[in-house]
């Protein structure tokens, strides 16, 4: 069963600051999401990315993928207060007809001033 | 081009009522995903539906749970005789293609049961 960690669970940085998050997978996928998760809300799609190498940025957040090591991480570069969330990756699980997503746990993302 | 709705967007209910979720795709989707999501956890596949078909059910509880996706109208994620342990934000997402294709999330159901 296709099991999705994340690390670190909560992270509290300082505005300016650089930070990862990681996203480890257990089998095999090619197709990796990240999302955002502002409290009460829906999920914002941040990133999905398609292939082994698949690098993208948007603003101050970039996100990799290298599915030899099944690993995604999304990097965060001078933090400021409006990236406060949390954040989530999602594998998807082909199987038969399905594409469901696995989820990681999230991590809560908390920018001080 | 409308998103994913979904209402209600709230829902209270008392032990042992049932629920009733409804979906309504993006326009041109025609596969619906449902997930809940517990306080404090990520997202949690439950049911994935096609017109009128139930593609896979793998996530959803053995018991008091069911979905649905007519032909016509919203797909619907019934609750019965619900618990406290129900109380969650359940997502539907959407998407256009089975295999391949990006799920759009709706804003959610935010369930508490008393």
């Known amino acids: 069963e296709l099991k999705v960690e994340q690390n670190p669970l909560f992270l509290s940085m300082q505005e300016g600051k650089n930070y990862t998050i990681y996203c480890n997978y257990s089998?095999?996928?090619?197709?990796l999401y990240w999302y955002r998760q502002d409290p009460g809300k829906s999920l914002e799609s941040l990133f999905v990315?398609?292939?082994?190498?698949a690098v993208k940025q948007e603003g101050r957040l970039m996100a990799s993928l290298d599915t030899k090591a099944r690993l995604s991480t999304l990097h965060i570069t001078a933090a400021v207060h409006d990236l406060s969330a949390t954040y989530f990756c999602a594998v998807a699980n082909y199987g038969g007809a399905t594409n469901k997503l696995i989820f990681g746990t999230g991590t809560l993302l908390a920018v001080q001033p | 081009n409308a998103g994913v709705m979904q209402n209600p967007r709230h829902l209270v209910r008392r032990r042992g009522q049932e629920a009733r979720l409804r979906c309504s795709p993006m326009?041109?989707?025609?596969?619906v995903y449902w997930y809940r999501q517990l306080p404090e956890e990520g997202l949690k596949f439950m049911v994935y539906l096609q017109k009128e078909n139930i593609i896979d059910e793998s996530g959803m509880p053995k018991e008091r749970f069911s979905a649905e996706f007519p032909k016509e109208g919203p797909s619907i994620l019934r609750i019965q005789q619900v618990v406290r342990g129900d109380s969650a934000a359940y997502f539907c997402a959407s998407s256009s293609l089975a295999g391949e294709g990006e799920q759009f999330f709706g804003p959610g159901t935010r369930l508490t049961v008393l």
């Open positions: 326009k041109g989707h025609s596969h």
């Open positions: 089998t095999t996928s090619d197709r």
């Open positions: 990315l398609l292939s082994n190498g």
